[in-house]
């Protein structure tokens, strides 16, 4: 494909914005976006930079105006959207989770292989350079087998019951929220890093709000509540989504995990904490300061620190400002999006694509399964 790119985004939230950005540092065409409304979609062109407004979002994906197209909507849309896009014939990027169910994601993993075009979704902390020296070193053989893989994926947005958003409402969200919506990026990222696969687990969800506002009105960057003052009587309804999970695993090439995900963690923001511990020394990752790697031995532990010179070849490429001048998630995205784009130019594929969503829904299927069944349960390869 030749020429400039023409990207469409559906959806205008927090993660539209960021996707915006990303086109646009990728050289391409931000040619239309589409909101839930007509109204919206214009107001949305107008903050995002769009050159027009569509009144839907199946018109937009299916528009000959459009190369690639993605999807930022809630949850639930993800699935038919994604389905009328590659049916199009359009390149896709596609927001986790791909769809609802491990089922529905599987159909369009098998759907984009047919129509031969990219399929992509933004699981982006792979795109942290230090993140990608973890996943170096370890596959390197240099620290050993590993033996664990355990942390954490912790948020406070939700943590109070004024709070709201559209992901609690299972028709919207889907039936897992917070491990669909955060354990995936984790699961991802852990896989990713030490090529192992969960087989097994065993999970316990909690849902310590019962009860939530039925204002679906907050988002994640900015909660419902405004803080622990404002919680004048407003009409609730009852959760049936996970607020936390805590899950215990087994991998592939013998390795045992534990991971606990939450978004009702008070001062936890965006806290995605990854060890793995193998024979000569363990590597730990840390989202929310990701300049640098905690690579511990017996006998000396070291604070590595982002410098390409320094990095293995897969580090060193994402690593694109100088040593000391912060990296972070816009960059993941705008690296994440440069990727996608060189694919649809048929340069390598080097993103996450709708596979790697395709086992992260797998892996929700088997949390809600275990936590329903209390007992563990077989991931399917
Ligand atoms: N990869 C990541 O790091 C990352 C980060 C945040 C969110 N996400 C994913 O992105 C998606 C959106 O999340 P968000 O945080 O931006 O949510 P958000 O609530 O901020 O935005 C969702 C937007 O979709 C709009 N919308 C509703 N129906 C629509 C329709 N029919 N067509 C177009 N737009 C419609 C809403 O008006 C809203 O503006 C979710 O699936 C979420 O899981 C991914």
């Known amino acids: 494909m030749h020429g400039q790119l023409r ?61 690639i197209v993605h999807i930022c909507t809630p949850n639930g849309l993800h699935h038919p959207l994604a389905e009328l896009a590659l049916r199009a014939g359009k390149h896709v990027v596609c927001e986790k989770p791909l769809a609802t169910s491990a089922a529905q994601a599987a159909e369009l993993t098998r759907l984009a292989a047919e129509q031969r075009v990219v399929a992509a979704v933004p699981f982006v902390y792979r795109y942290h350079p230090m993140a990608a020296e973890a996943r170096a070193r370890v596959r390197s053989g240099a620290l050993g087998a590993v033996h664990l893989l355990h942390g954490h994926y912790l948020q406070d947005w939700l943590a109070d019951p004024a709070d709201s958003n559209w992901r609690v409402d299972p028709v919207v969200g889907g039936p897992s929220r917070a491990f669909a919506d955060i354990g995936s990026h984790w699961c991802d990222l852990a896989e990713w890093i030490t090529g192992h696969r969960i087989t097994e687990l065993v999970a316990s969800t909690a849902t310590v709000h019962g009860e939530r506002s039925a204002a679906m009105s907050g988002t994640f960057s900015a909660p419902a509540a405004g803080g622990a003052g404002d919680r004048q009587a407003v009409t609730t309804e009852a959760v049936t989504t996970e607020d936390a999970a805590h899950l215990l695993f087994r991998t592939d090439r013998g390795a045992t995990g534990s991971l606990l995900v939450s978004q009702v963690s008070p001062g936890r923001k965006n ?52 040593p000391g001048h912060p990296l972070g998630y ?37 949390v809600l399964d275990s936590a329903h069944t209390r007992s563990w349960t077989e991931v399917p390869a």
């Not at 031995?297 to 293995?312: G, H, I, N, P, Q």
């Not at 705008?334 to 993103?351: C, I, P």
């Open 7 to 67: 990207v469409a985004i559906a959806g205008a939230g927090m993660v539209a914005r960021v996707h915006a950005d990303a086109v646009r540092r990728a050289g391409a065409r931000l040619v239309g976006v589409s909101a839930s409304t007509p109204e919206r979609g214009k107001a949305a062109a107008a903050e995002l930079g769009a050159e027009r407004a569509y009144d839907t979002s199946e018109d937009l994906v299916v528009s000959d105006e459009v190369d």
């Open 271 to 322: 806290r995605l904490w990854l060890e793995v511990d193998a024979a000569d020394a363990s590597v730990t990752f840390d989202q929310e300061n990701p300049e640098t790697l905690l690579l511990g031995r017996r006998a000396s532990t070291e604070v590595l620190s982002r410098d390409a010179a320094l990095l293995a070849p897969d580090a060193a490429r994402l690593s694109t400002v100088p």
């Open 330 to 366: 816009q960059d993941c995205f705008a690296a994440f999006v440069r990727d996608v784009h060189d694919a649809v130019r048929g340069g390598e594929v080097r993103h996450p694509g709708f596979a790697d969503a395709a086992r992260t829904a797998a892996l929700t299927d088997a």
